[in-house]
């Protein structure tokens, strides 16, 4: 539950505890009980996950804006995990690292994992990084990990900035970003070399402790009734999805060839455009079908 409530900086000691054994967002059996309903829990990295983990990234998708080469062999993600374990080290007062397993809640099985590098106590700031399996891409677990980890980093590490960074051409990651409330800081120029020898430029981006908290106390508008008469959901879906039939309220977004991360934000800019509101986080990753949808601004209409 959100406090609403900005907390004073933790004492040093007080703050690598948390670091250290508390994991974002609770247990399992904490993420279970959650409303709304939660799909993931976060677990502390270990050997333990190296063959599931092996699972998704050698997906080759999944390293396309990290500038590395997938893992074609369970040898290959081995080192990656070694190597992420080393960086979190073993040290707790001074750690500038920390890192999770994503696993969802109903099989327990890893698809990504979330981490805190940089982390800066006399500073009070921490930067963010998570990536999920490719398969699960455009299914709203992008939103429930921000939110996790944004009410971790602000509430539970007491933190005044949360910042990161994203490759330019990596539009979906930019488009969750953008529509979670982080503020763009500019642009690293050539800030990756790929194998192949070519540069890009990453998106700078970052969230105040005060924007966090007015982010979330703020009073999300009802639906205008009369455009909710005038406007036809599913027209705006057919347009956005590129649908020439009929589109029905047993249809399921993630069911078409072009749904992922970005068609996903285009269709709620286009909504909250022309409902004249603003979805919640937790209403965007329950938006699987055309009634889901219609059930969440009919919600609205009745406040």
């Known amino acids: 539950m959100i406090s609403l409530k900005k907390k004073n900086i933790l004492p040093k000691k007080e703050f690598y505890r948390i670091l250290d054994e508390v994991v974002p967002g609770g247990s399992k059996a904490k993420a279970r009980k959650a409303i709304p309903k939660r ?50 080290g ?56 921000q939110d996790i980890l944004k009410q971790y980093v602000f509430e539970e590490l007491c933190l005044n900035k949360l910042w990161g960074s994203a490759r330019v051409d990596n539009q979906l990651t930019i488009s969750t970003l953008k529509a979670t409330g982080m503020k763009e800081e500019g642009i690293q120029r050539q800030e ?3 194998p192949k ?29 009369d455009y909710f008469k005038e406007i036809r959901l599913e ?31 285009e269709l709620i800019a286009a909504l909250e455009a022309a409902y004249e509101t603003r979805f919640t986080v937790d209403e965007i990753v329950e938006m699987y079908s055309v009634k889901d949808i219609k059930n969440i601004i009919l919600t609205r209409l009745s406040k």
């Open 197 to 225: 020898g070519k540069y890009y430029d990453f998106w700078l981006y970052s969230m105040l402790v005060e924007e966090y908290f007015d982010v979330n106390k703020e009073k999300y508008g009802k639906v205008n009734q």
């Open 39 to 88: 799909k993931i829990f976060l677990e502390r990295i270990s050997m333990d996950g190296l063959e599931e983990m092996h699972e998704y990234s050698k997906d080759e998708r999944f390293f396309r804006h990290l500038g590395k080469q997938p893992s074609k062999t369970l040898g290959d993600t081995e080192k990656y995990l070694r190597n992420l374990l080393n960086l979190v």
């Open 192 to 194: 990756l070399r790929d």
């Open 235 to 265: 027209k705006i879906i057919a347009r956005t999805m590129q649908i020439t039939e009929e589109v029905k309220d047993d249809f399921i977004m993630q069911e078409s060839p072009l749904w992922d991360s970005l068609k996903q934000m």
């Open 90 to 145: 073993k040290k707790v007062i001074g750690r500038t690292r920390m890192a999770w397993f994503l696993k969802r809640i109903d099989t327990s099985k890893i698809f990504g994992t979330a981490n805190l590098l940089t982390v800066d106590y006399d500073n009070q700031s921490v930067q963010w990084g998570y990536g999920i399996d490719p398969q699960l891409w455009g299914r709203g677990y992008v939103f429930e990990i």
